[in-house]
């Protein structure tokens, strides 16, 4: 089974996005062993500290990310997939045994440490999507992604 970890920069606060995030975590089971970390993310008020706060987000994800593992990256200016490619990226092209860990960020975005460390820069598309959103699309193209792979009917 496929161990994927997702670490992510700030909560879900709305209740729709915790019940939606429940019923993908659910099905995911299926199909791989996932583990969520929760980061806090940084505050800020003012722009002008956008690099600041990259590089002290960074710092916090470096230390939870495991050693040795598939980093995806989830960016705006990322590479796009389809669903079916997205399928095989996770359960053909990566190897067999590989960690493989998503990174959603805060909402200035990653540092050039973080995006030079990823395998792949992600993106799910050319808008621009809050950061509670992408977090469950992620989750269900995951879910879709196993029902591809194992030919069940969910995808048509």
């Known amino acids: ?8 920069l700030g909560s879900l606060k709305e209740t729709y996005w915790k019940e939606a995030e429940k019923e993908y975590l659910k099905r995911l089971n299926l199909y791989v062993k996932f583990q969520h970390i929760e980061l806090k993310e940084e505050r800020f008020s003012d722009l002008h500290e956008r690099e600041t706060v990259r590089i002290t987000e960074a710092q916090k994800i470096l230390k939870v990310l495991p050693n040795d593992c598939y980093l995806i990256v989830l960016d705006e200016r990322g590479k796009e997939m389809d669903s079916p490619a997205f399928s095989k990226l996770l359960f053909h092209t990566i190897p067999q045994g590989t960690h493989i860990v998503f990174v959603i960020g805060g ?14 820069l992600l993106s799910f598309s050319q808008f621009t999507f809050p950061h509670q959103m992408i977090r469950t699309i992620l989750l269900e193209q995951i879910y879709r992604a196993g029902t591809i792979a194992h030919e069940k009917q969910y995808h048509y």
């Open 1 to 8: 089974m496929i161990k994927i970890t997702l670490i992510t």
């Open 107 to 120: 909402p200035l975005g990653f540092s050039e440490e973080i995006k030079k460390k990823a395998r792949l």
